[in-house]
Each structure stands twice: as C-alpha cells, then as structure tokens.
C-alpha cells in the first residue's frame, strides 16, 4: 500500500493568559491555555495525526509531559520531529486538513499564517495544508468557552 490516513485529537484547558498559540502562530486572546508545552492544539493534533499514520504512538510517549525538556516547549518542534520520523520511514506529507473548535478566538484571520508556518516546517506547499474553524453553536466545554480543541487528518504517500 502506498497511501497510510493519520488523524489527531487535542484539547487544552483555557487558564490565564493573554494570547493562544495555534499552528505556530501567536493568537491574541482573552485567555491562554493549561499545558506542559505551549499548548498549540493545532500542532499537536496534527502531530498525532503524522504519528497514527506511522503507527508510532502519540505525542505523549514521543514527549512526556512529566520530562521537564517539553516544559513551555515550542510545539514547532514537536511537528519537526514528527515529520523528520515521516522522511525517516519513507513517506511523504501529501496533505493535512485540521479543524480547530472554539468559539473564541476567531481564528479565520489566522489561518492563513497557520498554513504557512506548517507548510514551512514540514518542506511541503502551503496548498497541501488547510486549517479551517467551527463554533460547536455554545454546546459542550468549547461552547462554553473552557477549552479549545482541534482535529487533524493527514494523508502520507510513499516515497
Ligand atoms: N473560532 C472560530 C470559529 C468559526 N470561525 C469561522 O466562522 C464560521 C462560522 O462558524 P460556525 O460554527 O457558526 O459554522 C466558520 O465557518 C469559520 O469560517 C472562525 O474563524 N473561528
Ligand atoms: C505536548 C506535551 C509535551 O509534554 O504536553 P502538553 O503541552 O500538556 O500537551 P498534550 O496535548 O497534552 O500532549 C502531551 C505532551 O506530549
């Protein structure tokens, strides 16, 4: 088989602070994120997605939040690794789409320098990344506004 499908899941805790970090790119906010790391759930969803593809884990076993080494830690570089481990086993990015749920911020203005600081880490073009937003209309912890989420998928094509 030439093509493997990833898909990534992440969520962080809204806490204090006054910006997210979200594909890389710093996002004014309100509030920021609980986490070990920067809490980009954009590089970290996509991670795992690189990760499932290659049936290598997740974030966690590759990063453990009780290693001091990931504290307040660039995800950038998380995706870095993660894509240097796609190189490694002989795959290449074709493409990756990730949805971020939240209500606030908006990440539409965003979006764009999103796609481009991915395309740039992972050596691809920018019209192989999307990053693309939804509300979940008030309901459940993003509707609330206590969290932020984001889902990615990736497709890997062999080399
Ligand atoms: N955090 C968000 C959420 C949404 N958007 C954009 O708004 C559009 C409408 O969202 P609905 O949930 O009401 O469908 C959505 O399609 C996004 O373009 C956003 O930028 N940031
Ligand atoms: C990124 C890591 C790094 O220690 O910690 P967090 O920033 O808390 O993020 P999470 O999405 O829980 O992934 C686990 C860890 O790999």
Same mark, same amino acid.
């Given at each position: 088989?030439?093509?493997?499908?990833?898909?990534?899941?992440?969520?962080?805790?809204?806490?204090?602070?006054?910006?997210?970090?979200?594909?890389?790119?710093?996002?004014?906010?309100?509030?920021?994120? @609980?986490?070990?790391?920067?809490?980009? %759930?954009?590089? *970290? &969803?996509?991670?795992?997605?690189?990760?499932? =593809?290659? !049936?290598? #884990?997740?974030?966690?076993?590759?990063?453990?939040?009780?290693?001091?080494?990931?504290?307040?830690?660039?995800?950038?570089?998380?995706?870095?690794?993660?894509?240097?481990?796609?190189?490694?086993?002989?795959?290449?990015?074709?493409?990756?789409?990730?949805? @971020?749920?939240?209500?606030?911020?908006? %990440?539409?203005? *965003? &979006?764009?320098?999103?796609?481009?600081?991915? =395309?740039? !880490?992972? #050596?691809?073009?920018?019209?192989?990344?999307?990053?693309?937003?939804?509300?979940?209309?008030?309901?459940?912890?993003?509707?609330?506004?206590?969290?932020?989420?984001?889902?990615?998928?990736?497709?890997?094509?062999?080399?």
């Amino acid at each position: 088989m030439n093509l493997r499908i990833g898909h990534g899941f992440d969520v962080h805790a809204f806490g204090d602070g006054d910006h997210v970090m979200l594909g890389g790119v710093r996002v004014p906010h309100v509030r920021g994120v @609980v986490a070990h790391s920067d809490g980009d %759930v954009v590089l *970290h &969803a996509l991670c795992d997605a690189l990760l499932g =593809a290659l !049936a290598l #884990g997740d974030i966690g076993q590759h990063f453990p939040p009780s290693d001091m080494r990931w504290k307040d830690a660039n995800s950038i570089d998380f995706l870095r690794h993660c894509h240097a481990l796609v190189r490694e086993h002989g795959w290449m990015l074709g493409n990756a789409d990730i949805t @971020v749920l939240c209500e606030r911020p908006k %990440v539409g203005p *965003h &979006a764009q320098a999103m796609r481009e600081t991915i =395309a740039i !880490a992972c #050596g691809v073009a920018v019209d192989a990344i999307s990053v693309k937003a939804t509300t979940t209309e008030k309901l459940g912890f993003t509707g609330r506004e206590e969290g932020i989420a984001a889902e990615a998928v990736c497709l890997l094509v062999r080399e």
